[in-house]
T-cell receptor, first 117, second 112 residues
Framework: GAGVSQSPRYKVAKRGQDVALRCDPI?????LFWYQQALGQGPEFLTY????????KSGLPSDRFFAERPEGSVSTLKIQRTQQEDSAVYLC???????????????FGEGSWLTVV | KNQVEQSPQSLIILEGKNCTLQ??????????LRWYKQDTGRGPVSLTI?????NTKSNGRYTATLDADTKQSSLHITASQLSDSASYIC???????????FGKGTKLSVKP
């Protein structure tokens, strides 16, 4: 596609409910990132994939958060037993190969807005 | 600790005026510095990427500067337009993991 596509754009979940957020990266982009952005804050790193390999998941706040990218393209961020503090925008981003490369533009999706009530 | 600090937190200017946003960082080792524009309710969009050897880079009415010695960057917006109203986020790529480290952003409001 032309850009990074995320769905759903908006999700209201009851506390305790499981949610799944989907990210379609730009075609050919090897690197995929998930970020969490609270209201009025900058994005915070959650996890990073290179193809289907999850190379860094150090930012996942708890074991209720799980991300996968089984075929190296579409990725899903799953949050189990949602809590109110999970309310945030979840941003997906993708870029061309090599994380260590300097200067690769990272393209963000529009985000999935999660509200836990 | 690797951090990116931005100032001011928010800024209101009149249409047509210039403004400068500041970014200080303590990220080491440093790879590159990026400025993003984030409209309300949208994802961040890249404005500039600067590596260690670059002192200035322009993108239309946006000009970014980088002083790697003092670990400071600025984003200068010339002849502001109403559509420039957004949050401007400074992002430094670096640290031992090569992560992107985001500032909290400066919220710019351009008034007619």
């Amino acid at each position: 596609g032309a850009g990074v596509s995320q769905s759903p754009r908006y999700k209201v979940a009851k506390r305790g409910q499981d949610v799944a957020l989907r990210c379609d990266p730009i075609s050919g982009h090897v690197s995929l990132f998930w970020y969490q952005q609270a209201l009025g804050q900058g994005p915070e790193f959650l996890t990073y994939f290179q193809n289907e390999a999850q190379l860094d998941k150090s930012g996942l706040p708890s074991d209720r958060f799980f991300a996968e990218r089984p075929e190296g393209s579409v990725s899903t961020l799953k949050i189990q037993r949602t809590q109110q503090e999970d309310s945030a925008v979840y941003l997906c981003a993708s870029s061309l190969p090599t994380r260590q490369g300097t200067g690769n533009t990272i393209y963000f999706g529009e985000g999935s807005w999660l509200t836990v009530v | 600790k690797n951090q990116v600090e931005q100032s001011p937190q928010s800024l209101i200017i009149l249409e047509g005026k210039n403004c400068t946003l500041q970014c200080n960082y303590t990220v080491s080792p440093f790879s590159n510095l990026r400025w993003y524009k984030q409209d309300t309710g949208r994802g961040p969009v890249s404005l500039t990427i600067m590596t260690f050897s670059e002192n200035t880079k322009s993108n239309g009415r946006y000009t970014a500067t980088l002083d790697a010695d003092t670990k400071q960057s600025s984003l200068h917006i010339t002849a502001s337009q109403l559509s420039d109203s957004a949050s401007y986020i400074c992002v430094v790529k670096g640290g031992s993991q090569g992560n992107l480290i985001f500032g909290k952003g400066t919220k710019l409001s351009v008034k007619p």
